[in-house]
């Protein structure tokens, strides 16, 4: 015990006096208010900080817009983790960062850091490759965003096989803009497709040629219809019947997903190619395919999770063996083969927040069994659509929230509609699709969501 | 051992027997009967305490069952019911319950036995009383003994424990009292007697406890082997126990073991009842005893001592009276006056007494006229012989000077010469009576008896081996450790030369003289045979009757001689003689002959028998 | 563990919202003058001078709290722990930090209206910190020290630090907020609203504080409305809230720790102290002995203050404490000492010693009484020459100062006169606010196992009704020249 401390304490000290000459430096030449912050130097000597000139403020607003102060640390920390880890081995190093917010910024922002540090690390990484090709022990590093009184920190524990080290980065509070409100709020829109007295499980649009005008796919329990806009109207094409020797669950579900061999219809146990030819076709056989929680443009990431017995649950192997109504993922994974965390509505009507395993860290009571992301190849993390929890004999509303400290924010207002939401499928990028049956009327109405940021 | 002393011992020895007897059976009949007072008070004691003990679990269950009860443990119940609680918030409320209700011990605990608040312990919070979980109907098993453990160890508690089940999840009450000291004040117990706690919480047997009433136990660890023997097998024991070498501290002790729910040993109810009344009691019995022991011994040696006296000192007049008799005062007289039989014996002693002195009287005259008979016929005898030739020749002389003038003077001549001899012949008669009258007193001086043995046959000798004499040879047997006696040598050279001419008269045809000497009970002892004749056995017996002889010529005076000598010198002479095998003289001589003072009178007094010739001849 | 301590930091900051938006609500007006505030405290203040050690953690928190009133510092420390200008307008220092330079504020008075001038602040900080050399240049004053006093703003902005005049009468001066009119050591104290305060009268007229208070006499006061505040134990400020007591909870001010004594043979072993360390169920001292009004200490420093905490893992691990207990022949039974008159450490004794033996260590808790070495902590600074009649004991260290740099000197050297510590621990940081720096020295205290934290408990105290802008600093800095007393509820 008392060698290994000696000598891990020894490492320590070596590694903090090398970081702390990186964070002086940084300071100095990045961040030259930080000296200001900590104490007030002797050019500032006659104008302390407690009554900050009219000048000041906008110079660090300016400061920050140009380069946020969070991100520059945690890149400062990808370089100190990348040269001590990079110092102490020659050859290629395998990087697994992971990240945890400790601090009281929105997951927003830490994110993002947290992309800015990877994106550092990556290229040091690169660096290393370069100089070496001989495969080492991977590192594991803990990469914690913390907060003290004064500053917020950033602190990395890189684990390479007995040896530990850790290394600090700090950011002045007052320079990182820290808003209550966690993430940029959103607008909900809704477009409307077409209503129908036959129950919608899921609809699509068919990719065509832009000349073209464009087709849409409906699924229905029993049928395929394909419709076409004429002025300013969806008009049925053609319709195949969905061929099915066992009946339908009483709460069939249904999904249209474009797979490697073209459109697919996924239902309970049974799997259609549909060839959006005219006349449309269906072909339908026995089987379980998993149905596509994700959208389909993104091709990185995909959730595919398999009906349970019942057609209405599901499961999904990072779950284990918990069933759910819906998934969502609200974030990239940061780093491949991390798993994303995710969001699932459980039957028992809380909806759970895992991080990579199959135990949730987080439960959400209040929410519907509905669920979806609006997915975006570019902006992250991705806003959650919930349904509310209710029976089918309310009308429902849909809200996006954001996941800021594993707490449900909401960033949108509600979208009410006139009856219980009975599909919520994420279609395209930043779409998601809603069916909702009208209470009224008794027609079933599908809509498109979207979101639109408040920038 | 005199009579005297047989009765002096044997009295008291009866007397201490007897009340020693009588001691033993009065203590061993009391320590019975206290024995059994003992038991009984015991049995009490314990049949109380087991009352107590049952009505103290009454009282915990129900209020436990209150407390089980009561609206806030429900509150509580359903409270931890809820997901995500804090059970911590209840940490305090044991104490608070505990004290409304007066219990030394309370918990609660959860469903899985973890506890949710402590009184005696609260710091125990979050730990887990799997006892409490076991298969087992709480409220059918009533309070029960149980270990339990608090921040300064662990105590023995009366438990009870109650369940309340709410959705499912029980949540558990136990509470309970502690059983100490003060739950052996609730015993009321009879003086000499007291109650004593040990509870069995150690895996050693510790003194600390070890508890009574008042307070710690001092030298506990005197019963730390009975603990041992209960928790080899628990069960009730009576022992006692020595606290100090006085038997009055001893003390019995009753165990009664106090076992848990699972028959394990937790505690031993100790109920001592002292020893120290009885031990007093037969304390007095037995001084009492010694007492009255001691007082009977006196009066018993007092007693036994006047009745031994009064008893003995009659028979002790006639033992004197006796001994007078033996020693030959014939007159000897008893003075005794009782009418007993100690008194008719004394009145036939006397009047055997006087008998014996008649008939000795008696004796002694006809013995004196048969002496004086014997005398004459003897001196009648001797003179006669003489006489007759005086006689002869006077006549022979007359005849010659009227018949044979002429031969006269021949005859003359003749006759006188024989005239002479006879007349030498009386005039040594007369001598000789004239030495028996004339024996000296013996003149005591040291003698060596072998040396004057070897003189006396040195003196002999040239006559044994003169020619026409018969031939006779002596044998010396002489002991050559022969003390040195007190005698007169003269007298006993010449009782000794007697008896050896009278050896030499009976060898007329020669034979063998032996004498022989030897030490014998602290004198000495001379033995002279001869090889003659011998004597039958009426001539042993008249032997030395003074003028008595076998021999043709002879006074007959020789022997008395030797037996007068001998008597003079305190000693005796006997002969054993058997007809044809010769005869032994025996002589056995004191080293100092007795009352050498009185030799005179003993002098005297033996020689009474000769007294008249003596007389006759002064 | 990190989890409840970041939790711990977010529901403070929500409670400290909850009160910001609760109270106007209630009356929502701008604030108004005049009342007398009572506060009821438990401790018994002996003397406001700071140079006058108090007998308990307690009283001394009381004196400073006290002292504030009437005192100012140069510099004083926003709610995020930044110097902020009070007596001392502007400051200077040289690069190496051993010289600095204080320019005061011009135009102020103590309370017996004698001039305050640079001599009367030097007086005042020097008898305070004989380390140094504290002299006067026109007006400023220029404190210099051998060493770097890279961390001097924080220094000064601890209460000890307060500009006061010393009146032979036992009495202080200082130019602070209020004034003190009647001063019964140890039992009561009146101030007055000073109203020619430089930074702005206070809102209430005077404050009467009554010391000595049973938690029975301040509940019932807090209840009557004849105590506007009152400090209260942590382990109670659940049932008083739940009695309808407004609580204020700071951040965690006060460590509790365990600190094995020099002198005790039986706590060399490192496994011993080790063991004991690993047996301790931190989380349950907060649920039980705390009552969830704390934080389990995985360092001396509490995560707000350090923001590291959490790298320190102090999860119990009772098999690897047995495996290190068994290895210790003979098996040591330690002694392990707390203040008698503290519950709190009874408590938390109570359960280490619970924890312990769980553990198959042999331990026992034991009161000190407090004529006892080390009765107190600040007794055990005092009397740390004698021997001591325990191998640990639990020891109070309130934090001097928000700034971790000092927080954690001070504790270093208040532990260093118990406990068997290397010099170099406690030897002055090049730069105190460099967290690798802190990080690497705290790491190295605790692995000596010499100081095993605890638990680190916030000040709670509990409000009346008619009491708004309670605006306490983190750290538990009252401030209440800012508090005013709502009338309608009077």
């Known amino acids: 015990m008392r060698p290994f401390r000696r000598f891990f304490a020894l490492h320590l000290l070596l590694a903090f006096s090398f970081a702390a000459s990186a964070v002086s430096a940084l300071l100095t030449a990045k961040l030259s208010y930080a000296q200001a912050s900590t104490q007030s130097s002797s050019q500032s000597s006659t104008q302390p900080l407690a009554q900050p000139s009219p000048q000041a403020t906008p110079k660090l607003v300016a400061e920050s817009q140009r380069d946020d102060p969070l991100d520059a640390a945690a890149r400062e920390l990808a370089r100190k983790v990348a040269a001590s880890v990079g110092a102490a081995i020659q050859g290629k190093l395998t990087i697994a960062p992971n990240f945890v917010n400790l601090s009281s910024l929105s997951s927003f922002e830490f994110q993002r850091a947290c992309g800015a540090f990877h994106d550092e690390i990556e290229q040091q990484n690169k660096a290393l490759h370069a100089a070496s ?17 004064r500053d917020f920190l950033w602190i990395a524990q890189v684990t390479q096989g007995q040896s530990q080290q850790t290394f600090f980065v700090s950011v002045a509070r007052e320079l990182v803009a820290q808003e209550n409100q966690p993430s940029p709020s959103v607008t909900l829109q809704r477009q409307f497709l077409l209503s129908q007295s036959e129950p919608i499980l899921d609809a699509d649009f068919l990719s065509a040629s832009p000349n073209s005008t464009p087709s849409l796919l409906i699924l229905q329990p029993n049928r395929i219809a394909l419709f076409a806009q004429r002025n300013n109207a969806w008009q049925l094409l053609s319709e195949a019947p969905i061929a099915h020797t066992a009946p339908w669950p009483r709460d069939v579900r249904g999904r249209l997903q474009e797979g490697a061999d073209g459109e697919k219809a996924v239902f309970p146990g049974v799997i259609c190619n549909i060839t959006a030819g005219s006349p449309l076709s269906a072909s339908c056989k026995p089987g379980n395919a998993g149905w596509l929680f994700s959208a389909g443009f993104l091709r990185a990431f995909t959730l595919l999770p398999t009906a349970a017995a019942n057609g209405n649950t599901y499961t999904f192997p990072a779950l284990g063996s918990q069933e759910f109504y819906s998934l969502a993922a609200i974030a990239p994974p940061v780093s491949s083969g991390a798993s994303a965390p995710l969001i699932a509505a459980m039957p028992d009507g809380r909806a759970l927040l895992f991080e990579g395993s199959s135990t949730a860290v987080a439960s959400f009571p209040g929410w519907g069994s509905d669920v979806a992301a609006l997915y975006s190849a570019t902006r992250t993390p991705w806003p959650l659509l919930a349904t509310r929890a209710s029976d089918w004999t309310a009308p429902d509303s849909i809200q996006a929230f954001d996941i800021i400290d594993r707490q449900p924010v909401a960033i949108s207002g509600e979208i009410n509609f006139d009856g219980p939401i009975t599909a919520l499928w994420s279609e395209d990028e930043n779409t998601v699709l809603a069916v909702s049956r009208n209470l009224k009327t008794g027609m079933y109405e599908a809509y498109f969501i979207r979101a639109v940021y408040n920038q | 051992m005199s009579f005297r002393v047989k009765m002096f011992v044997l009295f008291p020895l009866v007397v201490v027997a007897a009340v020693a007897i009588v001691g033993v059976g009065v203590t061993v009949f ?248 009885l031990v007093l009691l037969e304390r007095g019995i037995r001084s009492l005893a010694l007492l009255v022991g001691g007082i009977a011994l006196a009066l018993g040696i007092l007693l036994s001592w006047w009745a031994a006296v009064r008893v003995t000192r009659p028979v002790s007049k006639l033992v004197a009276g006796a001994r007078e008799v033996a020693s030959g005062n014939w007159d000897a007289r008893v003075e005794i006056h009782s009418r007993d039989e100690i008194g008719a014996l004394a009145g036939a002693f006397n009047q055997m007494t006087g008998q014996l002195a008649e008939q000795r009287e008696r004796l002694i005259q006809t013995e004196r006229v048969a002496a004086w008979r014997e005398l004459a016929r003897r001196l009648a005898h001797e003179l006669k012989n003489p006489l007759f030739p005086l006689q002869i020749t006077v006549e022979n002389l007359r005849r010659a000077r009227e018949q044979h003038a002429a031969d006269f003077d021949e005859i003359f001549r003749e006759s006188t010469e024989t005239l002479l001899a006879e007349i030498q012949n009386l005039k040594t008669i007369v001598g000789r009576f004239s030495d028996f009258a004339k024996m000296p007193r013996p003149e005591l001086h040291s003698l060596d008896v072998n040396e004057m043995v070897r003189g006396v046959t040195r003196l002999f000798e040239p006559r044994f081996i003169a020619p026409g004499e018969p031939k006779i040879t002596t044998e010396l047997h002489l002991d050559e450790k022969l003390p040195v006696i007190q005698a007169d040598s003269v007298l006993l050279h010449r009782a000794i030369g007697n008896l050896v001419l009278n050896a030499i008269d009976a060898m007329p045809n020669g034979g063998k003289l032996t004498l022989r000497t030897m030490a014998h009970d602290g004198g000495v002892r001379l033995e002279i045979s001869d090889t003659g004749a011998g004597l039958t056995r009426e001539e042993c017996e008249r032997l030395f009757t003074p003028y008595y002889t076998t021999k043709l010529h002879g006074t007959g005076l020789g022997l008395a001689i030797v037996q007068s000598v001998v008597s003079d010198h305190g000693g005796r002479i006997s002969v054993t003689s058997q007809p044809g095998s010769g005869t032994t003289f025996r002589i056995d001589l004191l080293e100092r002959p007795p009352n050498v003072t009185s030799i005179d009178s003993a002098f005297v007094k033996s020689k009474q028998p000769a007294e008249p010739i003596l007389e006759r001849k002064a | 563990m990190r989890r409840i301590s970041s939790a711990r930091f977010t529901t403070n900051s929500l409670l400290f919202a909850l009160l910001f938006v609760a109270l106007p609500a209630s009356a929502a007006r701008r604030p108004r003058y005049g009342g007398t505030i009572t506060i009821d405290l438990q401790a018994r203040v002996t003397s406001l001078d700071p140079a006058q050690k108090q007998g308990s953690v307690a009283d001394q928190i009381a004196q400073d709290r006290l002292l504030e009133l009437v005192a100012d510092r140069l510099v004083t420390l926003d709610r995020f722990g930044r110097p902020r200008p009070a007596l001392a307008v502007s400051w200077q220092h040289d690069g190496k930090f051993t010289r600095w330079t204080f320019r005061l504020r011009p135009n102020i008075k103590f309370q017996d209206a004698s001039p305050f001038t640079p001599d009367s602040v030097a007086t005042s900080l020097q008898a305070m910190n004989p380390g140094w050399r504290v002299g006067v240049a026109s007006d400023s004053v220029v404190v210099e020290s051998d060493s770097p006093l890279p961390d001097l703003l924080c220094v000064l902005a601890e209460t000890r630090n307060s500009i006061l005049l010393r009146k032979p009468t036992d009495v202080i001066v200082g130019t602070g907020p209020f004034r003190l009119t009647t001063w019964e050591p140890g039992r009561h104290a009146v101030f007055a609203a000073n109203d020619d305060y430089w930074d702005g009268r206070p809102f209430v007229d005077g404050i009467d504080v009554r010391m000595g208070r049973t938690i029975r006499e301040r509940m019932i006061d807090l209840d009557l409305g004849k105590a506007d505040i009152a400090d209260v134990a942590p382990d109670r400020a659940r049932i008083d809230a739940s009695r309808g007591v407004k609580i204020s909870t700071s951040d965690p001010t006060e460590l509790l720790a365990l600190v094995f004594a020099r002198s005790s043979a039986r706590a060399k072993e490192i496994r011993v102290r080790q063991a004991l360390s690993l047996a301790i169920d931190r989380a349950s001292l907060v649920d039980f002995a705390l009552q969830r009004e704390g934080a389990p200490a995985e360092a001396l420093l509490p995560q707000w203050s350090s923001g590291y905490e959490f790298l320190f893992s102090t999860a119990p691990d009772v098999a690897t404490a047995r495996q290190l207990a068994s290895q210790i022949s003979p098996a040591h039974v330690l002694r392990l000492g707390y203040d008698a008159d503290d519950p709190m450490e009874r408590m938390i004794a109570e359960r280490i010693t619970v924890n312990a033996q769980a553990a198959g260590i042999s331990i026992y808790a034991r009161a000190i009484s407090a004529d006892s070495p080390g009765g107190t902590a600040n007794r055990a600074t005092n009397r740390a020459a004698s021997v001591p009649e325990y191998d640990a004991r639990i020891v109070r260290l309130p934090m001097s100062s928000p700034a971790p740099g000092v927080a954690l000197g001070d504790f270093l050297q208040t532990v260093a006169q118990l406990a068997d510590f290397d010099p170099s621990l406690t030897a002055p940081l090049n730069d105190p606010a460099n967290s690798e720096q802190l990080y690497s020295r705290e790491r190295a205290v605790v692995d000596t196992y010499e100081i095993i934290p605890l638990v680190h408990v916030p000040e709670v105290v509990g409000l009346s009704a008619r009491v708004r802008d309670w605006i306490p600093a983190p750290w538990g800095k009252w401030h209440l020249a800012d508090i005013w007393l709502d009338g309608a509820s009077q």
């Open chain 2, 30 to 277: 009391t320590r019975r009967a206290f024995e059994r007072v003992d038991a009984s008070h015991t049995d009490a004691i314990v049949s109380q305490f087991q009352r107590e003990f049952a009505n103290q679990g009454q009282q915990i269950v129900r209020g436990v069952q209150d407390i089980s009860g009561s609206e806030a443990t429900l509150n509580m119940a359903i409270h931890l019911n809820a997901r995500d609680i804090d059970p911590s918030a209840y940490g305090h409320d044991a104490v608070s319950v505990a004290s409304d209700h007066h219990f030394d011990f309370l918990e609660f605990a959860g469903n899985d036995g973890s506890i949710i608040s402590s009184m005696q312990w609260p710091a125990r919070f979050g730990y887990k009383e799997d006892w409490l979980l076991q298969k087992t109907d709480w409220s059918a098993r009533g309070a029960f003994l149980q270990k339990v453990d608090t921040p300064d160890g662990p105590e023995l508690g009366l438990i009870a424990v109650s369940v309340l089940p709410v959705a499912g999840s029980n949540l558990y009450t136990a509470a309970g009292e502690r059983l100490d000291k003060s739950f052996l004040s609730s015993l009321s117990l009879p003086p000499g007697m007291r109650a004593l706690l040990y509870v069995n919480l150690d895996a050693n047997f510790s003194s600390q406890n070890l508890s009574a009433v008042d307070g710690p136990v001092a030298q506990a660890d005197r019963l730390a082997p009975l603990v041992a023997r209960e928790l080899q097998q628990p069960g009730e024991i009576t022992a006692t126990i020595r606290w100090t070498r006085d038997a009055a501290n001893d003390e019995v002790f009753h165990l009664l073991p106090l076992l848990g729910p699972d028959k394990n040993l937790l505690g031993v109810l100790f109920v001592g009842s002292s020893r120290h009344d």
């Open chain 1, 133 to 149: 090709s001989q495969e080492i022990e991977p590192a594991s590093i803990n990469v914690s965003l913390a907060e003290n009184l």
